[in-house]
């Protein structure tokens, strides 16, 4: 913090953000099971993957989250799937007074965490309407998965030590 001339600490700008819209870019269902038919007794097993992306928009302040979905289900039985459905959920954002140093970590936590429970009442009503039990999505580790994509990018750049 920085001293004003009265000895008093300055208060930082306070953090200003604004869900300006939420869509669905992408989506597609495919329900397997109505297709080919499973025999016998159906246990799903249901995975769920996740990618984020963000961009800063023409506009001022504004900046574009991308929630990238890809969910699957499959019998336990067999292996055989029962319904595969992705879905892009993007959100656009004004923010103000993030600083620069910790603007990407805010756009890949705190924006998808704004998003989620749209992106997830929208799973549960594509899966219900595509034949299945709704699928009510667990709390997502937003944390976690921007420090899984972190490593994921170090690993893949090249070793910076000097060839012998």
């Known amino acids: ?22 869509f669905v870019r992408d989506l597609s269902f495919e329900n397997i099971l109505a297709q080919k038919g ?28 991308v929630t990238k979905l890809k969910v699957e289900s499959k019998n336990k039985e067999d292996d055989a799937h029962l319904f595969v459905m992705e879905m892009d959920f993007v959100g656009v954002f004004h923010i103000e007074n993030v600083p620069e140093d910790q603007l990407h970590p805010f756009l890949m936590i705190e924006c998808p965490r704004m998003m989620f429970p749209y992106l997830r009442r929208i799973v549960s009503d594509v899966t219900r309407d595509g034949g299945f039990p709704p699928l009510n999505l667990e709390n997502i580790d937003w944390v976690q998965i921007y420090r899984n994509e972190i490593a994921r990018r170090q690993s893949e750049k090249p070793s910076e030590a000097p060839q012998a």
């Open 1 to 22: 913090m920085t001293e004003t001339e009265n000895g008093s600490a300055a208060q930082a700008p306070q953090i200003k953000m604004t869900t300006l819209t939420q």
């Open 38 to 65: 499973v025999g016998g007794e159906v246990q799903p097993d249901v995975t769920v993957r996740v990618n984020l992306d963000a961009k800063k928009r023409s506009a001022e302040h504004q900046y574009e989250v």
